[in-house]
Structures are given as structure tokens and as C-alpha cells.
């Protein structure tokens, strides 16, 4: 781990510098207010070493408050001026002061908001619905990548984005890869934590699956790694939602191989081209029929057809690891319905491919990925669901009309089957395994900051997911905790039940869910580590008293 040793050595030398320095700062660049410069005072004497305040520190009163909040911020409805803002912005340099801004928020009473992408669909790490006052911790700094392709291995710290550790891993080796997200901005600390699925998922499983070792800042400031942490807490960060147990420093990846030659391939089909029928096939095949090596997902929204009317369109986004002969073999014998031909695929290598798939323009070279940017900001809200039996043709027919209502809704729908039916669903946290077909992600983008419009497109989804009711997953009605939702339950201030938080618990979880809980409470047992939806404490009782010592209660 280089970039640890680096840290180390640096932070040694930046004492020296900055203490021998101090005089010519310390007057000028210490907070005036009094929460301000407590907290300041606090983390400096908490670190290794301390930088100026107006380095790694942004408050409300700084011209660039805004844009450091707003900078990695996918939702913009989650940065509406009605939306409660941080007390501050804190920027780390150094693991060290990650450990110090768990120690002094706890001093100060301070909630902790951690981001490392901001690509929270509900806007929790940069934002909360909680009364208690809180601060931003940014990891955007902590991003260095080591890759090692001849153990097979890299760590990433949990500011880099996807897109980072893929470009990283490529520039060492054209054979070696990662399975994790579609999105190359998401950051690699907490997408991770919620299982991290992409294109080589029924290959090699998720992210999860591929993680070797962690290192983590806990409820009590120790930095953690597999060992010390022990194997409850370490199979808990492997799935069970971000920022529940402790803050993600840096996660070592078990890198995969892949062919120096991938093939991909878009083919839209609308429903003047049997796209009802073609999907409902792609039903019966995506999961347990086609080659583990051919992830196809379905991207449906709706588009104007050649008379200016809507109509639904299907577009059949793929990545086939080999060729392209090999595909179309396997796509005849399997999946004549789509009609693929030689034209409609294109190989290229797998840095290109996650470019591709990412929806880069062709021409676009692969650095661009470091510059860690998102595609997409708009107002949004989100669903998922889990499928388990075909949706029969009469219940595609009743989506299109449902989908028509809307002005821009997208729908994705990501097959399972392959590696993900074979690992066990307590494996890991993410319960979502064998018998599931596919995972669906329903979207509504809007463009506009006003309530109206807020309250239109949120009655819209509503209305299309209870429509879905009898199509999905039951008792539970499973959810992906990375497509997070509030509308399916959420903890309330600093207090919440444990029976209250299993509703949302089991979705995401499933039967995971009460060993996440006991985890939970052995690590954090005064729940520092708490937002809308972080995994509760169990109630603990003293002797001979009947009551809990904590806000939990069964």
C-alpha cells in the first residue's frame, strides 16, 4: 500500500513544516465563531499534522460554499434553498484527519455526513431531514490508486471514482480488470458498500464479491483494517449500506481477468419493431440462458416515432467479454428475436468498453475518466425492484401506457443469473441472488426546482410502482439500498425502532438485516454513525432495569 506509506511519510514532514510555520498563519486563518474554531482546534489536535483552516474547511459565509456542495451532487432536488445545508465543509487531507473529525464531532455533538461521489440517489451524504446540526466530511482528496497486476490486486482509497481505479487498472495491464459500476462517477468508498454491480456481474459477481481487505475509521477513531476489524464487521461494510458502521478509507480490489478484446453493441427495437414481444423474451433468456460471459440490459423510455407520436422504446445495451463472432453464435442460437447482426457490434478493449457502456462519444480518450466528472445532474427521483417470474405480455402493454403518461421517465432493467445465482444471499450483506431474473430502476427526470413539478413527478412513480406491485419480488418486496429510497421507511430525528427499521431493512437486506443490526450494535453501540436509513442498535438493558440506553427499542 504505497499511497499509506506516502501518507505517512508526508504527514511527517508537513509537521515539521507547518508548525515551524504556524506564526505566520495561526492569527490570520483561525475561524472567528466559536463552533468553528472549537471544531478547528479540535481536529488539529487530533491529526498528525494541521492545515490551514481555509484549505480543507469551507463554511455558509465562503463565496465557494455553494460550489463545493453542489460540486459532485447527482440530485439537484436534494440541493433545493429549502433543503438544510452543513455547518461546514471538511476536506481531508490525510487519514488522520478522518480520524479526528469522528472524534471531535462526537465531542461537539456534531452528525457526520460522509461523501465520497455524491451519488447518493436521496442526497444523504451531503445532505439530512435529522435536527441535529451537521458537518460534510469530503474524501475528494484521499483518491490515489495502487495497482498491482501481478498479485491481482489494487487499493483504492474511497475518494477515487470508478472510473479512476478502471483507468488505473488499464494503464497497467489490457488483461486485467474490475467488476464494479456502470457509472465511471460514482465514488469507490461507498458504491461499494452497497454491492456495486456492472457489466461482469454474472462473470465475477459484484464489487463485493471482489474485495479482499478494508480500511476503516470506526465509531471510536481507530483505523481498522481486515484483521483487526474482525470478520462480522468486515462481511457488514460488504454490502450493508454506506456510513452505517465507520467511514471507508480505502478498499483492496481483487482485480479479474478480462480479454484484450471485448464486443459491445446498442440495438434499439420501439413497438412498431415487436418490442413488447422481443422483451418478453429476453425474459425467459437473460439470466439462466445466456452465456455468463453476455451481460445484456434493457434501457426503455419513450421517444417520438416517425409521425412525431410517443411510443416506447427498447434499446438492448450490451458487453460480451470475446468476440464478436463468438456473440453472434451465441445470440442465434439463444436470442434470435433481437436480430443482431455483424454491423451492430464493435470490439474494442475493455477501457473502451466501460466508456461505451457509460455513454462516452466514441472519439472520447480514456483520461477523461480522471477527471472523475458526472454525465447526468438533474432533479430525480428513483425505485428499484427485483423480478423473479416474467412480467406476461398484458402487464408490458399496461408499463408502455403508464410510461407514456410521463414526460421523461427511463426504466432500466439489469439481468441476473450466472456468478450471482451461485453465491449465497448471507455471503455478504447484498441478499439478491439466485432466482432472481433481473433488477429493475425506475427513474423521473424533471428540470425545474418548483414544488409542483416536485409533487407531479413524485405522484407519477408512486402510481408506476404500485402498478409493478404483482409483477415484483414479494414478502419482501425487495429494493437495492445503492437505488435508495425513502419512501420505504426511514429512521426519524435520533430516535427509531427497531421494528420500524425492518421494513426498509428487509427490503434491502433480507434476513441479512438482523445480523447487520447485531454488528451494528457491537461496533457503534451509541449510534454515532446514524442517517435515514443506517442500520439501528438493539436496545441494551442494565440489570434490573427495564429500561434501554439507547433510542432503540424492539
Not at 471544531?39 to 489536535?45: A, R, S
Request: aromatic residues 12%; charged residues 20%.
Amino acid at each position: 500500500m504505497k499511497f499509506l506509506n506516502f501518507s505517512v511519510m508526508l504527514s511527517k514532514f508537513l509537521i515539521v513544516l507547518l508548525y515551524s510555520c504556524s506564526s505566520s498563519y495561526a492569527l490570520s486563518d483561525v475561524p472567528t465563531s466559536s463552533f468553528n474554531g472549537k471544531l478547528y482546534e479540535c481536529i488539529c489536535q487530533n491529526s498528525d499534522y494541521c492545515v490551514p483552516f481555509s484549505t480543507a474547511f469551507v463554511t455558509p459565509t465562503n463565496d465557494s460554499f455553494n460550489t463545493i456542495l453542489q460540486s459532485t451532487a447527482q440530485n439537484l432536488r436534494c440541493l433545493l434553498p429549502s433543503v438544510t445545508k452543513p455547518q461546514l465543509i471538511f476536506t481531508p487531507m490525510a487519514e488522520s484527519h478522518v480520524q479526528a473529525a469522528v472524534i471531535c464531532s462526537k465531542q461537539l455533538g456534531l452528525q457526520l455526513r460522509v461523501r465520497s461521489g455524491g451519488h447518493d440517489y436521496e442526497g444523504l451524504s451531503y445532505m439530512s431531514d435529522m435536527e441535529s446540526p451537521f458537518i460534510i466530511l469530503d474524501l475528494s482528496k484521499l483518491r490515489e490508486i495502487v495497482v498491482n497486476t501481478e498479485d491481482n490486486y489494487a487499493w483504492a482509497q474511497a475518494g477515487a471514482t470508478v472510473g479512476e481505479v478502471y483507468y488505473r487498472i488499464s494503464e497497467k495491464s489490457k488483461t486485467h480488470g474490475f467488476p464494479a459500476g456502470l457509472c465511471t462517477s460514482l465514488g469507490i468508498g461507498g458504491h461499494i458498500t452497497g454491492g456495486a454491480y456492472g457489466t461482469m456481474m454474472r462473470k465475477y459477481g459484484l464489487g463485493v464479491d471482489n474485495v479482499v481487505d478494508a480500511r476503516i475509521v470506526d465509531a471510536n477513531g481507530r483505523i481498522l483494517d481486515r484483521q483487526s476489524m474482525g470478520e462480522d464487521l468486515f462481511w457488514a461494510i460488504r454490502g450493508g449500506g454506506g456510513a452505517s458502521f465507520g467511514i471507508i478509507l480505502s478498499w483492496k480490489l481483487k482485480l479479474v481477468p478480462v480479454p484484450s478484446i471485448v464486443t459491445v453493441f446498442t440495438v434499439p427495437k420501439t413497438l412498431d419493431q415487436n418490442a413488447t414481444n422481443i422483451l418478453y423474451k429476453w425474459q425467459q433468456v437473460a439470466a439462466d440462458k445466456l452465456d455468463e460471459d453476455l451481460f445484456i440490459r434493457v434501457i426503455i423510455n419513450v421517444v417520438a416515432d416517425k409521425k412525431g407520436e410517443k411510443t416506447i422504446q427498447t434499446a438492448y445495451n450490451s458487453m460480451f467479454l470475446g468476440r464478436a463472432d463468438r456473440l453472434l453464435q451465441i445470440m442465434n442460437d439463444v436470442f434470435p428475436e433481437l436480430g443482431l447482426t455483424h454491423k451492430d457490434c464493435t470490439e474494442m478493449s475493455w477501457i473502451k468498453s466501460i466508456m461505451y457502456i457509460a455513454g462516452y462519444p466514441s472519439n472520447t480518450p480514456p483520461e477523461v475518466l480522471l477527471q472523475g466528472k458526472s454525465l447526468f445532474k438533474n432533479y430525480f427521483k428513483a425505485k428499484s425492484d427485483f423480478v423473479k417470474e416474467p412480467i406476461p405480455i398484458d402487464g408490458l402493454e399496461g408499463l408502455w401506457k403508464r410510461l407514456m403518461e410521463e414526460d421523461s421517465p427511463l426504466v432500466i432493467w439489469n439481468p441476473y443469473g450466472g456468478m450471482m445465482a451461485k453465491i449465497s444471499e448471507s455471503e455478504t450483506p447484498f441478499p439478491h441472488r439466485k432466482g432472481i431474473i433481473y433488477m429493475i430502476q425506475y427513474l423521473t427526470i424533471w428540470n425545474d426546482p418548483s414544488k409542483e413539478s416536485a409533487t407531479k413527478h413524485y405522484d407519477w412513480i408512486k402510481r408506476l410502482y404500485n402498478y409493478m406491485t404483482p409483477y415484483a419480488s414479494m414478502f419482501p418486496r425487495e429494493a437495492y439500498v445503492n437505488y435508495r429510497d425513502l419512501d420505504i421507511g426511514m429512521n426519524k430525528n435520533e430516535s427509531s425502532s427497531f421494528i420500524e427499521a425492518s421494513v426498509w431493512g428487509n427490503k434491502y437486506y433480507k434476513d441479512n438485516f438482523n445480523r447487520l443490526v447485531k454488528v451494528k450494535t457491537k461496533v457503534d453501540p451509541e449510534n454515532f454513525f446514524l442517517h435515514e436509513q443506517s442500520i439501528p442498535t438493539l436496545p441494551i438493558t442494565r440489570k434490573g432495569e427495564g429500561k434501554s440506553v439507547n433510542h432503540f427499542e424492539m
